[in-house]
C-alpha cells in the first residue's frame, strides 16, 4: 500500500471541495483531494445543479415553441419533445464541465485521488479505491456534500420511486408524477416534467411550499405555478408511498391515496457525513449528520476543517465555495470571511425565484423596522419585449438608515438580477445608492432600480 505526503488534503470533489483545493494550491500549498467519483465536481455539478438546469432549458424552449412562438409570428408544427435527445445534451454539458475541472486542479497542480477517503486519525486517510493507499496531512478539509433526505414509509428503488438523481433520467414522459417536497428542487424538476406534458402534483407537509422564502414571493410563486398547470396539496403528511404493479401509490395522513406513474422524493437534503471516520476521529454531529466548526471552520480536532453541506445552513453550492476559500485563506494568511447575509438563493423555474438577504418574515420576528419598495415586471419595458411579465420584485431597507437589508424577487432572469443585490447587501448599500445608479435602458436590471426608488416613495413608473 502506497503512502503520500500532502499540506492539504479535500475529502470531496465538490463545488466547495475542489475550489478549496485550487485556492490553497495559489497559496502554494502541495493540495490533493480525494472524492469516490472519476468525474469531479459533485452532486452539483454531477447529477444536481447543471443538468437540472439543462432539462429546465430544454423544456423552456419547448413551452415556448408551443405556447407562446405565434405571439412572435412564428408558426410552427405542434413540437414534439424527443427525451432522449435531451438527456443526451444534458449530459454532453455535464461531461464538458467535468472534464474542464479536471483540467482546472491539473493546471494548479492539485493530485486528483479517485477512491473513497476514510478519516483514520488526525492527519491519516485511508482511500479505499482501485489501489488502496494512505494518505498523509498537515491539515484536513471535509468538503463531502449532502444527499438526499429519506422519509419513512417510502419504498424507494431508485427508479418508479426515486429522488432528484432519478429524476434527471426518465426515460419518457410520466403521465402522472407525484413530487414529495414543495421546496426548490421539488418545484425545479417538477417543473421541467409539467412543461413536457406531465400532470404533476406536489405534496408539501407544511402548510405553505417554498419555506424559508419571503412569503409574499412564495405566495405569487405558487399562484403563477397553478396557473402553467402544477398542482399543489399543502398540509400533506405522506406516511406510505410503494409500487404496485404498472402504478405507484402515495399515501398522504387523513388524505385518498393517489395513484400516480412516478413518485419523485424531495424532501429535503442531510449532510453526508455518514462512513468517513469521524468516530475515529472522535468528531462529533448534529441529529441531521452537520459537523460543528468554529469561526475558522475547525473541528474539534486541530487541524481538520469542514465546510458547505457538512457543516449544514444554507445548502448551496456558491456558500460552499465561499467558504472554501474562506477557510483556506484563514489557514494560510490568518484571514477569510464569508458573509451569510449576502449569500444569494435562486429557485430557477420559469418564471426564476431570486432572494438575498432577510424575509419580511425574518424581520419581523426579530423586531427590525424596515420599509419596502415593490416593481412589478408587467412595468418594465424590457421584460414586455421579452413577452414575460410575471412577477415582481421588492427592496426591504432599515427604516432608520435606509440599509438594504433584503431583496426579494420573482419574474423572468430573476436569479441574474440578484447579483446587483448581493453586492448592495454585501457593501452595506442604501436603497438610496441603488436608486441613484443609472441602470441602462431597456433592461431588465431597471426593475431593480424603480424598486429601490419606490422605497423612499419616489417611482417613476409604477
Known sequence: MSTQKFDLVVLGGGPGGYVAAIRAAQLKMNVAVIDENQRFGGTCLRVGCIPSKALLESSHLFWEAGQH???????????????????????????TLTGGINMLLKKNKVTQIV?????????????????????????????TGSIPMMLPGIEFDGD??????????????PKHLVVIGGGYIGLELGSVWARLGTEVTILEAMDRVLAGLDGEIATVARKVF??????????????????RGNQCVVECKGMPAIECDRVLVCAGRVPNTKGIGLEN??????????????D?????????????????????????????????????????????????????????????GKTEEQLKAEGIPFNKGICP????????????????????????????????????????????????????????????????HPTLSEIMQEAALAVSGRAIHT
Not at 488526525?122 to 468538503?143: C, F, H, M, W, Y
Not at 465555495?321 to 423555474?349: K, L
Request: glycine content about 10%; some cysteine; proline content about 3%.
Open 226 to 243: 397553478e396557473k402553467q398547470g402544477l398542482k399543489f396539496v399543502t398540509s400533506a403528511f405522506v406516511e406510505r408511498a410503494a409500487r
Open 160 to 173: 418508479w420511486i426515486g429522488d432528484s438523481t432519478t429524476a434527471l433520467s426518465y426515460p419518457e414522459v
Open 296 to 356: 475558522h471552520f475547525e473541528t474539534s480536532v486541530p487541524g481538520v476543517f469542514a465546510i458547505g453541506d457538512a457543516i449544514g445552513g444554507a445548502m448551496l453550492a456558491h456558500k460552499a465555495s465561499e467558504e472554501g476559500v474562506a477557510c483556506v485563506e484563514m489557514i494560510v494568511t490568518g484571514y477569510g470571511h464569508v458573509d451569510y447575509n449576502a449569500i444569494p438563493a435562486i429557485v430557477y423555474t420559469n418564471p426564476e425565484i431570486a432572494s438575498v
Open 377 to 440: 415586471f408587467g412595468a418594465n419595458g424590457r421584460a414586455r419585449t421579452l413577452g414575460d411579465v410575471e412577477g415582481r420584485l421588492k427592496v426591504l431597507a432599515h427604516s432608520d438608515t435606509d440599509r438594504i437589508l433584503g431583496v426579494h424577487a420573482i419574474g423572468i432572469r430573476a436569479g441574474d438580477l440578484i447579483s446587483e443585490a448581493a453586492v448592495a447587501v454585501n457593501f452595506g448599500a442604501s436603497s438610496e445608492d441603488l436608486a441613484r445608479c443609472c441602470h441602462a
Open 69 to 95: 412562438f405565434a405571439e412572435h409570428g412564428i408558426e410552427v408544427n405542434a413540437p414534439k419533445i424527443n427525451v432522449a435527445a435531451m438527456m443526451k445534451r444534458k449530459d454532453r454539458i455535464v461531461t
Open 281 to 294: 476521529l472522535g468528531i462529533q454531529t448534529d441529529r441531521r449528520g452537520a459537523i460543528q466548526v468554529n
Open 115 to 143: 477512491g473513497r477517503g476514510i478519516l483514520e486519525a488526525p492527519g491519516k486517510i485511508s482511500v479505499n479505491g482501485a489501489e488502496p493507499q494512505t494518505i498523509l496531512a498537515d491539515r484536513i478539509l471535509i468538503a
